[in-house]
Structures are given as C-alpha cells and as structure tokens.
C-alpha cells in the first residue's frame, strides 16, 4: 500500500479563461451535425472555462510496433474513427491533437466528438461538429499540437466517446500511440458526420493524432486528476482489448466507488525507459514528462512506475530493445530524482512505486533482479518521493516473491493480466494521492 513519506499537498490547476464572445463562438462550432441541440443555461457563457482532462494518451513517433498499424504508412483522403472512455464528466468538451513526430504539417479537413454506441457507430443525435478557433478545418505545424474550441456536449463519467477525424490529404507518417487496447476505425472519403459504422471496415489497435480529452463541467466541482505515468504495465499489455482493464480503468474506479472520484488520466508507453530514448518506445522519461503527464489540464497528482526496461532489456538480445546498456540502482534512481523535481518545480504532488516482480520473464537475471530490488529499497526507505506504493509486494507470489503471483499473471511473467491490474489499484492508498 502506498506510505506517506511527505503530508503535503499541493494542486496544479490550469485554468484556461475565454471571453463571452469567444465562449458562444466554441458553443455554436460545437453544435450537432444533426441540428438537434439543447440551448445553454442562462449565464453559461460568462463564466470562464476551466478544463480538466479526462482522458489522455502518450503520442510516439511512428514505426512497425507490437501490432499491425497505419503510422507509417499514414492517411490519404480518409475518415479515422477513435473510441476512448473518459474518467470525468462535464457539459462541454475538446479534443487535443499532436503532430508531435510529423515532419510535415498536418491537415484536419474536418473533427466529430459523439458518444459511443457499439463498435464504428455513434449515438444518433449526440455528434458535435469540432471547431478550432471557430474554423472548421485546422493545420497542425510539424511537431505542433492543437485544441479543439469546446463543443457542448454532456458526457459522464466512464462514458465512451468517439472521436471522429476527416484527413482529406495525404498526412505522410503519424504521431500515435501504438498499443491502445481499444479498437480504432478507418473508411476511405469523409464520414465524420456518419452515425452508422458501415463505412468504417477497416480496424486496428492504435490511437493516431488524439492525445486527449478535456471537459469542462460548469458548476460542478472540479477535481485533481491522477497521472499515472510508465511504461508496458501503465499503458495496459495484455489487458483485455475494448473492455477497460487498465490499472488506470480499475484505479479510476476504485475513487469513484470509494466516494472519491478524481479523473486518472493514463501515460504509459509500452517499453518505454527512465534514462534512454527509443524508436520504437519513446522519448526517455525526462524529456516527455511535463508533455504527458505535468501539463495535462487539472492534473494534481502523478504516480511514476517506470525503470524495469532499463534494468531488464539488457537480458535479452531482441533487436528491438535498444539501446540496452547495463543501468546500475544509482544511475536509475537519479532518472527518477529528475522527475520528482520536474514534479515539484510544477507544484504537482509526486507518488513512487517499486518495480513488479520479473522472475521467470525475459528481463530477469541476477543482475537485473539486484538492481530491481537495490531500487525498490531505495523507494521505500529514502522519503524522497512525497509517498510510494508497493506493487512489489502486493503481486508477488507468496510462494516464490521475486515472481508475480499466478493469479495476476499474463503469461509472460512480466506483465499483470487484468486481475493483475486491479489488484494494483487495491494496493494504492487512495487519501496518499
């Protein structure tokens, strides 16, 4: 369970303020395609817009992956059609778009937000025409993002929406996010305004240019998101496809039926390291942690699992785990002293966790299995995070610790399945984020 090493707490709040012309501008862009449109409350145009993400993918730059996907090869006069569950609810939303690995600019002829029906097809009546400073077509310079002006539509918490975007030109490779676990859709031409799915026959488990979902709700009360930041284990591997079984799904829903209900917001790379970056599994954690994780909106609290592909890719000869140099506890724990004062220096509360165990996969050595518990010590004992939590020691098998538990095994020993992944989210004190 998490301990607290620190009481403190302090929130990061963005607030981004419009004016009332430019409030009623983003409104009218985001009416319905089909015309059918509730009229805002009186006054709801002359409050300022305050955005809390709620939900949130780590862009990477294209290449093969785990999985067949359409990053490098990219669009060409095509309609992409994504499927997200966000963790926050509100009456007006937009989408964040990253071209963060284009070399090229990036052409968004058109933009729908909808709930989700089954599968390709949206609710009929709920798809919101996006708008991007009151334009319906927008440019994304090369390694630049964009967000949406806000379009109104009600959305609850856990509630799936789709997010539709019309790439009317040839895009070249795209910034994605390669494991999503989520199943996202492609049809040739422009079918942003469909709420059928039949065009979209076409399917693959990535997330291309979305980045992430922002709300507003009004005058309900706003909470501190929780970041949850790391590699394979973070973004979900062998989670069940299209059912949510992240640690972040189970985390967001343990706040939520313990009464305490906060937004989780999940920035995971699969693969990814503390001290080296990677083609195929992204920056290093330094360099893309304000992006993913301190500067996402509303966030209050960032909870870091990050350091068992440094220490375990040295195990293995796979040509894609490169760089793979022989990392040392020290070096390893100065990558993570780095994000705890990137954190502080946000005023963002900041929670460690020790490594899983990795007995019997292919990261496992004795070497490797000293760093891992070198570091995990260091995690508990050191009070340098401003409070830890123990997935070490809530997986392990109670028969041979330096193994997961059977139970909450995949497969690969490596990685939790989705009993796994909840068990996870039992192990976090929830009054420590």
Not at 325 to 337: D, F
């Amino acid at each position: 369970m998490i301990s607290r090493a620190r009481t403190s707490r302090t929130t990061l709040a963005v607030t981004l303020t419009v004016t009332a012309t430019a409030a009623a501008l983003a409104l009218t862009a985001g009416l319905a395609v089909t015309g059918a449109h509730a009229s805002p409350p009186p006054g709801h145009h002359d409050k300022a817009t305050s955005w809390t993400a709620a939900w949130a993918s780590a862009p990477q730059r294209p290449s093969t992956g785990f999985k067949p996907n359409w990053s490098e090869a990219g669009f060409d006069n095509q309609t992409l059609r994504q499927v997200v569950r966000v963790t926050e609810g509100g009456d007006r939303a937009r989408i964040r778009l990253s071209n963060a690995y284009g070399s090229s600019p990036l052409r968004i002829e058109s933009a729908t937000i909808a709930r989700t029906e089954k599968g390709a097809a949206v609710e009929k009546g709920s798809v919101r025409r996006l708008a991007f400073g009151g334009k319906r077509a927008v440019t994304i310079p090369a390694y630049g993002q964009v967000a949406s002006d806000a379009a109104g539509l009600d959305l609850d918490a856990f509630e799936s929406v789709t997010v539709t975007l019309h790439l009317a030109g040839t895009t070249g490779p795209a910034t994605f996010h390669s494991q999503s676990f989520a199943t996202s859709y492609r049809a040739d031409g422009d079918h942003s305004a469909d709420t059928a799915g039949r065009a979209f026959g076409e399917s693959t488990e990535s997330w291309y240019y979305l980045a992430g979902v922002d709300v507003d709700g009004g005058e309900r009360q706003r909470r501190d998101g929780v970041v949850l930041f790391g590699d394979s284990i973070t973004d979900g591997f062998a989670s069940s496809t299209d059912r949510d079984r992240r640690w972040s799904d189970a985390l967001a829903e343990r706040l939520d039926e313990a009464g305490k209900p906060r937004p989780v917001l999940n920035a995971g790379i699969g693969g990814n390291m503390v001290l080296n970056d990677s083609a195929w599994y992204g920056e290093k954690s330094a360099n893309r942690f304000a992006r993913d994780a301190l500067d996402l909106p509303g966030v209050g609290t960032v909870v870091v699992l990050e350091g068992v592909n440094d220490i375990g890719f040295s195990e293995t000869d796979k040509p894609t785990y490169k760089p793979a140099p022989v990392v040392s506890a020290r070096e390893l724990i100065n990558g993570h002293r780095e994000l705890i004062r990137q954190a502080r220096a946000k005023g963002v509360k900041v929670v460690g966790a020790t490594l899983l165990p990795l007995g019997g996969s292919d990261h496992y050595g004795e070497r490797a299995a000293a760093v891992s518990d070198e570091f995990n010590a260091w995690v508990r004992t050191s009070g340098e995070y401003d409070a830890y939590v123990d997935f070490d020691k809530a997986l392990a098998d109670p028969e041979d610790p330096e193994r997961i538990a059977p139970a909450y095994d995949s497969g690969d020993h490596l990685h939790p399945n989705d009993a796994g992944y909840r068990a996870m989210a039992r192990a976090v004190d929830l009054a420590a984020l």
